[in-house]
């Protein structure tokens, strides 16, 4: 009977996990613009915006988006409702993501 050590995690440097190098420029670019609005009204139009195209990217086959995309709509779905605007479209896709083995 021979003990075999587990096999190690994947090293994960600190500065990729704390930048975000999993996430797109493009959801950068969207936090960017909302940190710059001058009013709550040019907030509500890129919100508005954004919740409409993460309606129309879940509402793909999840296949022909992909799982990075699928992920990464999943976490613009709770920056918008961190934001406090709704989002509720996303939650079961959020659960039917916690289904997939390959995460």
Avoid at 88 to 95: P, T
């Amino acid at each position: 009977f021979i003990l075999v050590p587990p096999p190690a995690p994947p090293q994960v440097r600190a500065d990729d996990a704390m930048s975000g190098a999993h996430l797109s420029k493009d959801f950068f670019e969207l936090i960017k613009n909302i940190g710059e609005c001058k009013s709550k009204q040019e907030e509500e139009k890129i919100m508005t915006n954004e919740v409409e195209a993460l309606r129309a990217r879940l509402s793909e086959n999840p296949a022909t988006i992909g799982l990075k995309k699928s992920k990464e709509a999943i976490v613009r779905s709770i920056y918008v409702e961190m934001l406090g605007h709704s989002a509720d479209f996303a939650h079961i896709h959020a659960v039917n993501m916690t289904q997939q083995t390959n995460l």
